[in-house]
């Protein structure tokens, strides 16, 4: 959140006009269809029920549950988040598929809350990954998470959710404080900076003395490739 | 004399049996089988003519025993069935050669007995299904059961205990279609076709009854029908694998022929129509329809609980013939046409998938649904092959199968069927959720850390199910192809027959233009790859790199593995296994232990100068008398 990217420019508007068009019908879509993954941590989750049937249904907006993550757009973090929880949080959230957006909701997500004293839990949420939006209570009734939605909505429609922009340009941060947590041997399966790459998201404050360090120990999982006419070049057995 | 091209074919068969034996101990022996399986498939080409509504092709072999006149001769019906045998063996041979055989000798297996076994199989059913008369085809059908006790028993152990419960069955198969032979030569005073032809216009209800019971009875248990089809599935799935191929793809089916020469030739689905069940509103021909139904659904059923695959594919193998018997009962062009053509189809896809789990065996040692899995990234083109064999035994387009089904479905509709129908369409749902179980179980989910290393089937292997898999889309792509064929039986047996065209079928009351269908079906798989390659590059991940509930995964822990499939479903119809029909075998088998330990009790009791006498004195009133 420190980063100088995250100041507001106002860029003009420029490229073909179609092309316009294009872009603003995609973003209607993406933020008709919003996908939350079924994770959730802490007492906040109780809320959830409530706000996804049939009393306030939220589905009416196009918000729907989703069990993989792969598949998934919002990652809800419904309340306190222990060490040890927040370890699956990043591994899970590093597995959703860009665009992502990440909710915090209850104010345990904002600072720590309630267990502000604990020594397993991690107080403030967005040094970790970047939140779109943070949802204060405690814990919030489902009104509020369902207002809380709708204004990603709009962002997600206006264009500006796009803070998972800033995971890939400022790994370097992020990892700095998930390694201060869970030690210098901590590591996901997934190959941030070869995403960054792919998303040309690349910039200075994706490497940095932290991903050295991730680089030193890091032991990176292939993808079982598919072995189609191995056995040409086998000896028979 | 001059030989017949059945001659030919017999000949050539029987020299394949020779090679078999004599030089089978050889090098190559396999190979040297295998082609001579080709040349015979050539023979029968040579008569393609016979597919295509040809004249008869006699043999110039027959002679007369007792008065009875014996011949051979080949019309299309036989031709269709010998196609579909020497096709599958062919296949089955090639696939049985080279790795297959050094693995199966390797484990202590006789490579020699195998093929000799084989063989002695084709030739049997060449000469069953040749047979000019009813006394021919005695003779062959005991044949082919002997022959297939060989390569049942191969294996040894369970596979021999299989064999045994299958001869048994054979056997008592075997008297009763004795007893109707008995039968109609009393009232025909000949075994001859065309003299059977004319006694059955004038046979009493009873004695057609009988005939029907015993006929029935007899060739259904060869083909496995309800309630004689325990033996099927435990001794096609142990016959060690290239075997298990050929037999679940034609040997069972060597009951429809006959069922078809005997019942529907020779005594007419009108005749059978005319046998009314006393006080009930059935026939014998709905009591044939319900029977191919309940074939259909229970074996299927015990399919889907099966955790060995090859027990599940030759249970299913059962089931299947159900909708064979089904579309031959209903007896209209479409219906006959449906049953008939799923005799080819089901022949390529069995014995496809058969291969396929029988390649998995190969590599991994074990067929276990409970202990495979992942093997789509080691093995993809038996995958491939597996898929191809599923889509068309669950009977879904673009596959074979498909076709088939549609007919048999069409036809009970139009028949007004409708309770039928839904029965055969319960057979399907579980047809479609148990192949579903085999191929998530064998090669989709998590890679076992033993199977790592596990490389795709060699292509002495890989080749025969290639092009079995190519004869499943093809066949479905041009139902024409085997319509044609099945056209001509359909006349030779005295069914109406269907008009077919190179797509499908063309009926007022409903016609199917498979190329349509697949075009179709296609052009939707177009437009989902247009879709999905346009989106820009995707990202392989691992299989480690999911989604557990964010839990971490290592190649130590098995996340996913199965055990139970379908405990929900099981849940709700678990209640219906009952094993009646073991109860049946069981209570069976100890009425005649009651019985034989009766006869014991009297041969052991009573002293030798009573046998002696009593038999003098039966010898003395029967010639008095
Ligand atoms: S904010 Fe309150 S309700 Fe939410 S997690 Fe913290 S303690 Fe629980």
Same mark, same amino acid.
């Given at each position: 959140?420190?980063?100088?990217?995250?100041?507001?420019?106002?860029?003009?508007?420029?490229?073909?006009?179609?092309?316009?068009?294009?872009?603003?019908?995609?973003?209607?879509?993406?933020? +008709?269809?919003?996908?939350?993954?079924?994770?959730?941590?802490?007492?906040?989750?109780?809320?959830?029920?409530? %706000?996804?049937?049939? +009393?306030?249904?939220?589905?009416?907006?196009?918000?729907?549950?989703?069990?993989?993550?792969?598949? %998934?757009?919002?990652?809800?973090?419904?309340?306190?988040?222990?060490?040890?929880?927040?370890?699956?949080?990043?591994?899970?959230?590093?597995?959703?598929?860009?665009?992502?957006?990440?909710?915090?909701?209850?104010?345990?997500?904002?600072?720590?809350?309630?267990?502000?004293?604990?020594?397993?839990?991690?107080?403030?949420?967005?040094?970790?990954?970047?939140?779109?939006?943070?949802? %204060?209570?405690?814990?919030?009734?489902?009104?509020?998470?369902?207002?809380?939605?709708?204004?990603?909505?709009?962002?997600?429609?206006?264009?500006?959710?796009?803070?998972?922009?800033?995971?890939?340009?400022?790994?370097?941060?992020?990892?700095?404080?998930?390694?201060?947590?869970?030690?210098?041997?901590?590591?996901?399966?997934?190959?941030?900076?070869?995403?960054?790459?792919?998303?040309?998201?690349?910039?200075?404050?994706?490497?940095?003395?932290?991903?050295?360090?991730?680089?030193?120990?890091?032991?990176?999982?292939?993808?079982?490739?598919?072995?189609?006419?191995?056995?040409?070049?086998?000896?028979?057995? | 004399?001059?030989?017949?091209?059945?001659?030919?074919?017999?000949?050539?068969?029987?020299?394949?049996?020779?090679?078999?034996?004599?030089?089978?101990?050889?090098?190559? !022996?396999?190979?040297?089988?295998?082609?001579?399986?080709? &040349?015979?498939?050539?023979?029968?080409?040579?008569?393609?003519?016979?597919?295509?509504?040809?004249?008869?092709?006699?043999?110039?072999?027959?002679?007369?025993?007792?008065?009875?006149?014996?011949?051979?001769?080949?019309?299309?019906?036989?031709?269709?069935?010998?196609?579909?045998?020497?096709?599958?063996?062919?296949?089955?041979?090639?696939?049985?050669?080279?790795?297959?055989?050094?693995?199966?000798?390797?484990?202590?297996?006789?490579?020699?007995?195998?093929?000799?076994?084989?063989?002695?199989?084709?030739?049997?059913?060449?000469?069953?299904?040749?047979?000019?008369?009813?006394?021919?085809?005695?003779?062959?059908?005991?044949?082919?059961? /002997? !022959?297939?006790?060989?390569?049942?028993?191969?294996?040894?152990?369970?596979?021999?205990?299989?064999?045994?419960?299958?001869?048994?069955?054979?056997?008592?198969?075997?008297?009763?279609?004795?007893?109707?032979?008995?039968?109609?030569?009393?009232?025909?005073?000949?075994?001859?076709?065309?003299?059977?032809?004319?006694?059955?216009?004038?046979?009493?209800?009873?004695?057609?009854?009988?005939?029907?019971?015993?006929?029935?009875?007899?060739?259904?248990?060869?083909?496995?029908?309800?309630?004689?089809?325990?033996?099927?599935?435990?001794?096609?799935?142990?016959?060690?694998?290239?075997?298990? !191929?050929?037999?679940?793809?034609?040997?069972?089916?060597?009951?429809?022929?006959?069922?078809?020469?005997?019942?529907?030739?020779?005594?007419?689905?009108?005749?059978?129509?005319?046998?009314?069940?006393?006080?009930?509103?059935?026939?014998?021909?709905?009591?044939?329809?319900?029977?191919?139904?309940?074939?259909?659904?229970?074996?299927?059923?015990?399919?889907?609980?099966?955790?060995? *695959?090859?027990?599940?594919?030759? /249970?299913?193998?059962?089931?299947?013939?159900?909708?064979?018997?089904?579309?031959?009962?209903?007896?209209?062009?479409?219906? &006959?046409?449906?049953?008939?053509?799923?005799?080819?189809?089901?022949?390529?896809?069995?014995?496809?998938?058969?291969?396929?789990?029988?390649?998995?065996?190969?590599?991994?040692?074990? !067929?276990?649904?409970?202990?495979?899995?992942?093997?789509?990234?080691?093995?993809?083109?038996?995958?491939?092959?597996?898929?191809?064999?599923?889509?068309?035994?669950?009977?879904?387009?673009?596959?074979?199968?498909?076709?088939?089904?549609?007919?048999?479905?069409?036809?009970?509709?139009?028949?007004?069927?409708?309770?039928?129908?839904?029965?055969?369409?319960?057979?399907?749902?579980?047809?479609?959720?148990?192949?579903?179980?085999?191929?998530?179980?064998?090669?989709?989910?998590?890679?076992?850390?033993?199977?790592?290393?596990?490389?795709?089937?060699?292509?002495?292997?890989?080749?025969?199910?290639?092009?079995?898999? *190519?004869?499943?889309?093809?066949?479905?792509?041009?139902? @024409?192809?085997?319509?044609?064929?099945?056209?001509?039986?359909?006349?030779?047996?005295?069914?109406?027959?269907?008009?077919?065209?190179?797509?499908?079928?063309?009926?007022?009351?409903?016609?199917?233009?498979?190329?349509?269908?697949?075009?179709?079906?296609?052009?939707?798989?177009?437009? &989902?790859?247009?879709?999905?390659?346009?989106? @820009?590059?995707?990202?392989?991940?691992?299989?480690?790199?999911?989604?557990?509930?964010?839990?971490?995964?290592?190649?130590?822990?098995?996340?996913?593995?199965?055990?139970?499939?379908?405990? &929900?479903?099981?849940?709700?119809?678990?209640? /219906?296994?009952?094993?009646?029909?073991?109860?049946?075998?069981?209570?069976?088998?100890?009425?005649?232990?009651?019985?034989?330990?009766?006869?014991?009790?009297?041969?052991?009791?009573?002293?030798?100068?009573?046998?002696?006498?009593?038999?003098?004195?039966?010898?003395?009133? /029967?010639?008095?008398?």
């Amino acid at each position: 959140m420190s980063s100088i990217n995250q100041i507001p420019v106002i860029e003009a508007k420029k490229g073909n006009p179609l092309a316009r068009v294009f872009d603003e019908l995609v973003r209607f879509c993406r933020s +008709r269809s919003l996908f939350i993954l079924h994770y959730c941590t802490g007492c906040g989750a109780i809320e959830l029920p409530p %706000a996804m049937t049939s +009393r306030f249904d939220m589905e009416r907006l196009g918000i729907q549950p989703m069990v993989s993550p792969r598949q %998934a757009d919002i990652l809800l973090i419904t309340g306190y988040v222990s060490i040890k929880t927040l370890k699956r949080v990043i591994l899970t959230y590093e597995q959703m598929g860009s665009p992502k957006y990440v909710i915090g909701i209850c104010s345990c997500t904002v600072n720590g809350g309630m267990y502000w004293q604990s020594y397993a839990t991690a107080k403030k949420l967005d040094e970790y990954m970047p939140v779109d939006l943070y949802i %204060a209570g405690c814990m919030p009734r489902p009104e509020a998470v369902i207002a809380g939605l709708q204004q990603l909505m709009d962002s997600i429609h206006a264009g500006k959710a796009n803070s998972w922009e800033d995971y890939y340009r400022n790994y370097d941060y992020y990892l700095g404080n998930q390694q201060k947590l869970f030690g210098d041997n901590w590591q996901t399966p997934t190959d941030v900076i070869a995403e960054a790459k792919h998303y040309n998201l690349l910039s200075k404050g994706t490497l940095g003395v932290h991903t050295r360090l991730l680089e030193q120990h890091q032991q990176p999982l292939e993808a079982l490739e598919m072995r189609l006419g191995h056995n040409l070049k086998e000896p028979t057995e | 004399m001059t030989l017949t091209l059945l001659d030919e074919l017999l000949l050539f068969s029987g020299a394949t049996l020779l090679v078999a034996l004599f030089i089978g101990r050889g090098l190559a !022996a396999g190979w040297m089988v295998t082609i001579l399986y080709g &040349g015979q498939l050539l023979t029968l080409l040579k008569m393609a003519a016979l597919g295509y509504g040809g004249g008869i092709i006699a043999s110039s072999l027959s002679f007369t025993v007792m008065g009875q006149n014996l011949s051979w001769r080949f019309d299309a019906l036989s031709w269709f069935f010998a196609l579909i045998t020497l096709g599958s063996a062919l296949l089955s041979s090639w696939f049985a050669c080279g790795a297959w055989e050094r693995s199966y000798a390797k484990q202590g297996g006789n490579i020699w007995l195998f093929h000799l076994a084989m063989a002695l199989n084709v030739l049997s059913m060449l000469i069953l299904l040749a047979s000019g008369d009813l006394l021919s085809l005695f003779i062959g059908w005991e044949l082919v059961s /002997w !022959a297939g006790f060989l390569l049942m028993a191969l294996a040894g152990g369970v596979a021999t205990q299989a064999a045994m419960r299958y001869i048994t069955y054979a056997m008592a198969g075997g008297m009763a279609i004795f007893g109707g032979l008995a039968l109609v030569y009393s009232s025909s005073g000949s075994l001859q076709l065309d003299a059977v032809l004319i006694a059955v216009e004038s046979m009493s209800t009873t004695k057609l009854w009988l005939l029907v019971i015993l006929f029935g009875g007899g060739f259904g248990v060869k083909m496995g029908l309800l309630p004689f089809h325990l033996w099927q599935a435990p001794a096609y799935a142990e016959t060690p694998g290239p075997g298990s !191929a050929f037999l679940g793809a034609i040997s069972s089916r060597m009951g429809l022929f006959a069922i078809l020469l005997v019942l529907v030739k020779l005594f007419g689905i009108v005749n059978i129509d005319s046998l009314k069940i006393p006080f009930t509103l059935i026939d014998a021909r709905d009591l044939l329809a319900w029977i191919a139904v309940f074939t259909i659904i229970f074996p299927t059923f015990t399919a889907m609980k099966q955790n060995d *695959a090859r027990h599940l594919l030759a /249970w299913h193998g059962i089931g299947q013939g159900g909708y064979m018997l089904l579309g031959v009962v209903v007896a209209d062009a479409m219906g &006959g046409a449906g049953g008939l053509l799923h005799v080819f189809n089901h022949a390529t896809y069995q014995a496809a998938l058969f291969m396929a789990v029988t390649a998995v065996i190969h590599r991994t040692g074990t !067929a276990d649904l409970n202990k495979l899995g992942g093997l789509v990234v080691r093995m993809p083109l038996s995958f491939m092959v597996l898929l191809i064999g599923i889509i068309g035994l669950a009977g879904l387009p673009p596959m074979n199968g498909f076709v088939s089904k549609w007919l048999v479905y069409r036809s009970l509709l139009n028949e007004g069927m409708p309770l039928l129908f839904l029965a055969a369409v319960i057979g399907t749902l579980g047809t479609i959720l148990s192949v579903y179980k085999l191929i998530h179980n064998i090669f989709l989910g998590q890679l076992r850390v033993e199977h790592e290393q596990v490389k795709e089937a060699p292509w002495s292997m890989m080749a025969p199910m290639l092009i079995l898999a *190519a004869i499943i889309f093809i066949t479905g792509l041009f139902p @024409g192809i085997p319509l044609a064929w099945v056209a001509s039986v359909q006349e030779v047996v005295g069914l109406p027959a269907t008009d077919y065209t190179l797509g499908g079928v063309e009926s007022v009351s409903g016609s199917l233009d498979m190329i349509w269908v697949i075009g179709v079906l296609f052009a939707g798989f177009g437009i &989902g790859a247009v879709i999905f390659y346009s989106a @820009g590059r995707s990202k392989r991940v691992h299989q480690l790199d999911n989604y557990a509930g964010g839990h971490f995964l290592s190649a130590d822990v098995r996340y996913q593995y199965s055990d139970n499939f379908y405990a &929900g479903l099981m849940h709700l119809v678990g209640g /219906w296994y009952r094993g009646s029909f073991l109860w049946l075998e069981k209570s069976v088998i100890s009425l005649i232990d009651f019985l034989s330990l009766v006869m014991q009790g009297l041969y052991r009791r009573a002293n030798a100068e009573f046998y002696l006498l009593s038999t003098a004195l039966f010898v003395m009133a /029967w010639v008095v008398i």
